[in-house]
């Protein structure tokens, strides 16, 4: 990407987008489009259009879409599908049209069936059947996916996708019912220790297996890949490594300093068992991430104590 170029990033104040704009700002790139939701809903395909006729992007990043945790995704199933298709499309689509020089579309590592072999690898997509709670999500991200493949495959558009693991970082989601795990946790862990509580609830067994990567890192890896990959296949984003989920809770746990005990609430889902990401082929094109866990989730507890307008 030119440093001059013009560069939209879309969903610029999430936790993606707002560290995907850090990072661009950081490299030199100022001449960045930027609208939130209320300038422009991207699920209104004539403003769509118009906006990128008026402005005429070089280069997109699609990181807006309706996003949240396993009960979010399982409660608002419709939501999930009909926006996340509304939105992709309407941007993919348009980009076309107005000729964007390039697009990334972020997917998500849930669009891999429940059972696929760990870890796992980018052409296990649409091999099995998908994890029931995020179905609706995982089957707008496949969409996602196939638009890029389709457009490239007839009119030649360089559009690519990636798909992130779980991801935390700053600009997370601390909602209690809605959010990710991560920020749940932190949150959970630290009213608690302020109220003095005697234990904590958390969701499901505790056995699931999950990765998680720094949102920092993944803005870093998209500017690369952005700049250094270009084909059809999607590139899988993450650490490589995982842990069980009772092993992130005694993470969080020590780092914030609560001392009670944590409850399993079985009655909540555990979601897929594993979904730890083969990330062989992002390691071959010369990526690797830098934050560790245990930094990473002290790093996000820092951004959580400073940000008290992010506990929704
Ligand atoms: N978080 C994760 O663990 C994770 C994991 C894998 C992949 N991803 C992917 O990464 C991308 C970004 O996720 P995130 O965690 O950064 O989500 P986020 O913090 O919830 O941010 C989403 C952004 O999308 C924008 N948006 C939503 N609906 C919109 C609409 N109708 N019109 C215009 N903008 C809209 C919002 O804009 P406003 O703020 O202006 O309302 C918001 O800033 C998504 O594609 C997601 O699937 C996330
Ligand atoms: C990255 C996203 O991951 C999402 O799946 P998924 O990893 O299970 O999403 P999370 O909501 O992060 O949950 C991960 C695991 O943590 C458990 N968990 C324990 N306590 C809590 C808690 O207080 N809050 C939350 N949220 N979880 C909790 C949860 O049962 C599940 O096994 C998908 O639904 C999306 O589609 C997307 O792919």
Same mark, same amino acid.
């Given at each position: 990407?030119?440093?001059?170029?013009?560069?939209?990033?879309?969903?610029?104040?999430?936790?993606?987008?707002?560290?995907?704009?850090?990072?661009?700002?950081?490299?030199?790139?100022?001449?960045?489009?930027?609208?939130?939701?209320?300038?422009?809903?991207? @699920?209104?395909?004539?403003?769509?259009?118009?906006?990128?006729?008026?402005?005429?992007?070089?280069?997109?990043?699609?990181?807006?879409?309706?996003?949240?945790?396993?009960?979010?995704?399982? +409660?608002?199933?419709?939501?999930?599908?009909?926006?996340?298709?509304?939105?992709?499309?309407?941007?993919?689509?348009?980009?076309?049209?107005?000729?964007?020089?390039?697009?990334?579309?972020?997917?998500?590592?849930?669009?891999?069936?429940?059972?696929?072999?760990?870890?796992?690898?980018?052409?296990?997509?649409?091999?099995?059947?998908?994890?029931? +709670?995020?179905?609706?999500?995982?089957?707008?991200?496949i969409a996602g996916i196939k638009m890029c493949e389709a457009y490239r495959a007839q009119y030649g558009c360089q559009f690519i996708s990636v798909m992130p693991t779980n991801l935390y970082g700053m600009n997370d989601n601390y909602d209690?019912?809605?959010?990710?795990?991560?920020?749940?946790?932190?949150?959970?862990?630290?009213?608690? /220790?302020? @109220?003095?509580?005697?234990?904590?609830?958390?969701?499901? +067994?505790?056995?699931?297996?999950?990765?998680?990567?720094?949102?920092?890192?993944?803005? /870093?890896?998209?500017?690369?890949?952005?700049?250094?990959?270009?084909?059809?296949?999607?590139?899988?984003?993450? +650490?490589?490594?995982?842990?069980?989920?009772?092993?992130?809770a005694e993470m969080v746990k020590k780092i914030i300093g609560f001392e009670g005990a944590i409850h399993w609430d079985t009655s909540r889902p555990d979601g897929t068992p594993r979904k730890l990401m083969d990330v062989s082929k992002l390691?071959?094109?010369?990526?690797?991430?830098?934050?560790?866990?245990?930094?990473?989730?002290?790093?996000?507890?820092?951004?959580?104590?400073?940000?008290?307008?992010?506990?929704?």
């Amino acid at each position: 990407m030119e440093k001059e170029a013009k560069i939209y990033v879309a969903g610029h104040r999430g936790m993606v987008g707002s560290s995907i704009l850090r990072h661009l700002l950081s490299q030199g790139y100022s001449n960045l489009i930027l609208r939130t939701s209320a300038e422009l809903d991207l @699920r209104n395909q004539a403003a769509v259009d118009t906006f990128f006729a008026q402005e005429k992007p070089d280069y997109v990043f699609l990181a807006a879409a309706k996003v949240g945790g396993i009960v979010a995704n399982n +409660t608002y199933r419709a939501d999930f599908l009909y926006e996340n298709l509304a939105i992709q499309n309407h941007v993919i689509h348009a980009s076309f049209v107005h000729q964007v020089k390039k697009l990334m579309f972020l997917g998500s590592s849930c669009i891999y069936p429940k059972m696929a072999p760990q870890p796992l690898k980018e052409s296990y997509l649409l091999s099995g059947f998908l994890e029931p +709670t995020n179905e609706p999500y995982a089957i707008a991200k496949i969409a996602g996916i196939k638009m890029c493949e389709a457009y490239r495959a007839q009119y030649g558009c360089q559009f690519i996708s990636v798909m992130p693991t779980n991801l935390y970082g700053m600009n997370d989601n601390y909602d209690l019912e809605n959010s990710h795990v991560l920020p749940a946790m932190i949150r959970k862990f630290h009213e608690a /220790k302020l @109220r003095g509580d005697k234990s904590i609830t958390l969701w499901g +067994t505790g056995s699931p297996k999950r990765e998680f990567l720094y949102a920092d890192d993944l803005a /870093k890896a998209c500017l690369f890949l952005m700049e250094n990959y270009n084909e059809s296949e999607f590139v899988n984003i993450g +650490t490589g490594e995982d842990v069980s989920i009772l092993e992130l809770a005694e993470m969080v746990k020590k780092i914030i300093g609560f001392e009670g005990a944590i409850h399993w609430d079985t009655s909540r889902p555990d979601g897929t068992p594993r979904k730890l990401m083969d990330v062989s082929k992002l390691h071959q094109l010369g990526w690797k991430h830098e934050v560790e866990l245990l930094d990473g989730i002290q790093l996000a507890y820092q951004d959580f104590l400073q940000n008290p307008k992010s506990r929704k």
